[in-house]
């Protein structure tokens, strides 16, 4: 069973300040979570450090049974690639490079793909997968937010990740789009992934299995507050 979890974990930045207190929390393959709360209250800390972005100043974080807390960052990295996929609210797409090209970016620090021609057959799939696959050509500035955020989604996809995880994706869309976005975030966790959403935005609850509450660092899930 494909899981992340967390163990006590607690960050304190600059040694004063606490973002993250005695964390513990799990994710399993084929779950939506969603984490919502105030800001500042800690849910891109938690989504940071459960994505190895960053280091917990205490506690442990286990990627599918494999405890990876005293990891350097080489091997932590390639846990990364192998695992994890990201999304971010401001879509971070290069907007030099066609949409295809961005969804291929990723696969160049992996191995597995031997050719260029499996790169361009992945991410023809995966631009097909956020149906956009007829304007896989152009370039991020000719797409709307919305679509450029299923770009984004196609490109944490690239490396076959066990898990997705989003901070405030639908942050910078309206609200037509948004329910776009969480759609097909819900679509990966019923296909197998699981998906991990940080969010202001109450449209998320209606797709996530489980909603937890972050306040000062404090997680917990939502029916036992
Ligand atoms: N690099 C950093 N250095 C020092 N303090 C930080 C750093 N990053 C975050 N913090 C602090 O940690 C706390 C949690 O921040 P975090 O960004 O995780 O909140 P958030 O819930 O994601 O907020 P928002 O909803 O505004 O995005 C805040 O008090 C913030 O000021
Ligand atoms: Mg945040």
Known sequence: MKKIELKNVSKIYNGTVKALNN??????????????????????????IAGLLDKCTSGEIIINGENVSSFDNNKLANVRMKTLGFVFQAFHLNRHLRLYENIMVPMLINNEYKTKADMENKAQELIELVGLSHRKKHYPGQLSGGEQQRVAIARALANNP?????????????????????EELRKLADSGKGVLVVSHNDAVTQYADKIYI??????????EE
């Open 162 to 182: 066990d898990f997705i995880l989003a901070d405030e994706p639908t942050g910078n869309l309206d609200s037509e789009n948004e329910l776009m976005i969480f």
């Open 214 to 223: 972050m306040k000062d660092g404090v997680l917990k899930e939502k029916n």
């Open 23 to 48: 964390v513990s929390f799990s994710i399993n393959q084929g779950e939506f979570i969603a984490v919502m709360g105030q800001s500042g209250s800690g849910k891109s800390t938690f989504l940071q």
